[in-house]
């Protein structure tokens, strides 16, 4: 094959393959020929007719435009999309069920205790009354028991919950007529009356039957079993008469007749049946010794099955103005002991000097149980003051004959202020109504008035325990003593150092405080809300 005939071939083969690159030869010459006048270079580009490399335009790139509705749903609703919403939905709810079990176990885990359902008898504040000492003190005239209706509004905005009426009837009487009025107190329409304003201000009637001849006098083994039992029926008779027209229940003393289990499990049956959820009657036994007497010869005991509340004194029951070291052991005395399943009620019993009577006020209304308080012992909403309130003879005799009134109004307006922020404390804080109760072991360091030497130790000493719920905590601090005191900083590590304080006997304390800082006046007590949220019950 001949050079030209090489050349030609490929040319042809180059042009059946669609390439890029046109080789045209001119073989006219043969191999070697030029054309006339040219060189190499003249020959070879007259031999080309077409440029060897060629560019194809550039492609339109094109314009974005948004899908349709119909292709949308038509992308939307591929399987693949389906998968994955499936799976974004089992997700979610996986993540919100762990969520909520997250949620639920801390809550179970938090120390946060159930408040229990307390009937209307465990958060009332009790307000014993005489309506012929209150007749008295406003100088009315007999048969003029509507002044106690006058004081409802006065008692009610003191957070008195419950009236303790005494001596309705006649007490030389025997045995007693239960549906007879004393005629000194009023007649039965009008305490029929006095129980319909006193349901209007949301206040209940417990008759107090204490040291009345119910039945007559107990046998030789104190039982009343040999009561006629006409006797009987007609005193379940009155106290029906009375339930219906709406008194809340009734009390006796431990030493009445009527403190037997035959006669309180009576009582009980007759109170239930007028006893609704949210309207119950009770039985109240008033305690006059250290610890309740056993009913019968089998040594029963009183329990929750037969009443619903014991009344307790914080004092004995003495002729003489009791010291202060009296004072201090009988409360050391009730606040190291435990009363058991009962729910206790708490008054103050003995006599005491005023600063002390303010002390007890404040144990009273911040120890566990309700507490009743004795007519006079808040200051009387009135300028008369009723003879009866010994308490107030002694600051009278205090202050001096020769200091002016305004002094003396001063004073018991100061008592009135100590009285209702306990009661409001009370009724706003759950730590004080149903809070645990924890006695603490108290040090101190004995301050004389001018000096910050250590002297010996007070001859009252002081008394300190805590109530607490939940993370809410306060301290109540007693200084019965003479002396100021101070704390020691060793006392109660477990506790924390700040606080506010919430009330004092002087009304003198505002504000935030430190334990480590703090100093007892002589005869002051002193409630504090505490900061921190760790426990203190033991």
Request: hydrophobic residues 40%.
């Amino acid at each position: 094959m001949t050079f030209s005939k090489l050349f030609t071939n490929v040319g042809v083969t180059c042009e059946r393959q669609g390439s890029r690159i046109g080789i045209q030869l001119n073989m006219d010459g043969g191999y070697g020929s030029t054309a006339a006048g040219s060189g190499m270079s003249g020959s070879l580009g007259g031999s080309e007719t077409v440029p060897l490399l060629i560019t194809d335009p550039e492609p339109e790139t094109p314009k974005w435009q948004p899908m349709s509705k119909e292709q949308l749903e038509l992308e939307a609703g591929g399987p693949g999309w389906r998968k994955i919403r499936s799976r974004l939905v089992v997700v979610f709810w996986l993540g919100w069920l762990a969520l909520l079990g997250a949620s639920v176990a801390t809550i179970v885990q938090s120390p946060r205790p159930v408040a229990p359902p307390l009937l209307w008898w465990q958060r009332a504040l009790f307000y014993r009354l005489q309506p012929i000492l209150l007749m008295d003190a406003q100088n009315e005239v007999p048969d003029g028991i509507n002044v106690v209706c006058e004081q409802l509004p006065y008692l009610k905005s003191l957070g008195v919950k419950a009236l303790l009426l005494e001596g309705l009837f006649h007490q030389d009487v025997s045995p007693l007529d239960l549906s007879k009025i004393n005629e000194r107190v009023g007649t039965v329409p009008q305490i029929q009356q006095l129980l319909m304003e006193s349901h209007k201000a949301g206040i209940k009637v417990v008759f107090d039957f204490c040291d009345l001849d119910l039945f007559g006098p107990k046998d030789s083994v104190g039982n009343d079993s040999a009561v006629p039992s006409d006797f009987t029926g007609s005193i379940q008779c009155a106290l029906q008469f009375w339930l219906e027209q709406g008194v809340a229940g009734f009390g006796i003393c431990d030493t009445d007749a009527a403190y037997s289990k035959k006669t309180l499990t009576e009582w009980r049956v007759l109170v239930k049946e007028f006893s609704t959820s949210d309207d119950e009657r009770i039985v109240v036994v008033k305690q006059t010794g250290e610890s309740l007497p056993a009913l019968n010869t089998s040594s029963t005991s009183v329990n929750s099955s037969l009443v619903e509340l014991v009344m307790m004194s914080l004092l004995p029951h003495e002729h003489h103005l009791l010291s202060r070291q009296e004072v201090a052991n009988a409360v050391e005395r009730h606040l190291s002991t435990s009363h058991g399943e009962l729910w206790p009620s708490w008054t103050v019993g003995g006599e005491a000097s005023p600063m002390l009577h303010r002390i007890l006020l404040v144990l009273m209304m911040t120890l566990p149980g309700s507490p009743v308080v004795k007519y006079g012992e808040e200051i009387v909403n009135s300028p008369n003051a009723s003879a009866d309130m010994s308490w107030e003879r002694e600051a009278d005799k205090t202050i001096g004959l020769n200091d002016s009134v305004g002094e003396q109004r001063k004073l018991k307006r100061s008592a009135l202020a100590l009285f209702s922020s306990l009661s409001g404390s009370r009724l706003r804080e759950e730590s004080l109504l149903y809070g645990s109760f924890t006695f603490l072991p108290f040090n101190t360091t004995s301050l004389p008035p001018y000096s910050n030497s250590t002297l010996d130790p007070p001859s009252a000493p002081v008394l300190a325990f805590l109530r607490s719920w939940g993370c809410v905590h306060f301290l109540v601090l007693l200084n019965l003593g003479p002396e100021a005191q101070a704390l020691d900083p060793a006392w109660a590590l477990s506790l924390p150092t700040a606080g506010v304080f919430v009330t004092s006997t002087g009304m003198d304390r505002l504000g935030g405080t430190s334990l480590e800082t703090l100093r007892l006046q002589p005869e002051e007590a002193i409630v504090i809300k505490l900061f921190e949220s760790d426990s203190y019950s033991s």
